[in-house]
């Protein structure tokens, strides 16, 4: 079986791509997402996760949020980690400042997920054209939703909805081209 495995900050990644994944994974390849205790925790075990995986015919990916970090600084940190593992082809993603970033990339999928009226004029809002340069959409979504967005059952909702083809984020389209990228180094068993 040809796997992919992504490695996470935070549950609510896991929830939203749980929602994501099975429409964009070509068919024969499943996937594992791997969710840490934050940034940190992801960090501190990366290395010894990805040295300690033995399934044949695995790729691997890393998604992590950028926060207040130098995006190249970040990537490059955990690129050496994946290559002190042994698993130099580990593919790195950095959503833009946070994940909701990418929510804002996609405010129709947001407004069917959270059922807010009307929530898709707010994409014509100069401060939002813009996804990846907000600089805490987390609190902007909450803000612009009165509050029913919730981190880890709205990135459930959300992920149902998000469509890769509309998706305003830079940083959700290099994700999409990491996983294509991660996919195409899963050797084909015989």
Known sequence: MRQLVIFLEERSAKAMLDGLLPRVIPAGV???????????DLDK???RRLRGWIQPATA????????????KVLKQGLGQKAANANRPDTVIRIACRELESWYFGDLEAVEKALEIPKLLRHANKRQYRT?????????????????????????RAIGKYLTPDRN???????????????????PIES
Do not use: H
Request: proline fraction near 4%; charge should be negative; hydrophobic fraction near 35%.
């Open 30 to 40: 499943t996937y594992r997402c791997i969710p840490f205790e934050g940034k940190q």
């Open 45 to 47: 075990q990366i290395e």
């Open 60 to 71: 691997f990916l890393i998604l992590r949020d950028q926060d207040a970090s130098d995006c």
């Open 131 to 155: 996804p990846d340069g907000i600089v805490s959409p987390s609190q902007e979504l909450e803000k612009i939703t009165s509050g029913l967005y919730q981190k880890t059952s709205g990135s």
């Open 168 to 186: 305003t984020s830079a940083s959700f389209q290099v994700f999409l081209q990491g996983l294509e990228k991660a996919i195409a180094t899963i």
